[in-house]
């Protein structure tokens, strides 16, 4: 536990023994029970709602060449990797439509 030891540990307790005295000492430990209770509930909260987020829309589908499969750009009607002429996508037909 971060490399303490028992005697390590004793004299820190000590320390906080003279510190804080014995009568305050149960009210630390319910006080820092309690603050890493809610750190605890926080972070379960915050995990839950990045779960039940909803996943962003799917990007929109991508042109390929017909034979050499690379992609290409919405507004090219060749290939310019392999030249072959680029079969109209959905965003061609609706640019040529209009």
Known sequence: MFGLGSQELLVILIIVLVLFGANRLPQLARSLGSS????????????????????????PAERTCGQCQSALAPEWTHCPRCGTAAPPGPSAKATQGT
């Open 36 to 59: 890493l209770k809610e750190f605890k509930k926080g972070i379960d909260d915050g995990q839950a709602k990045a779960a039940s987020a909803e996943p962003p829309d799917p990007p």
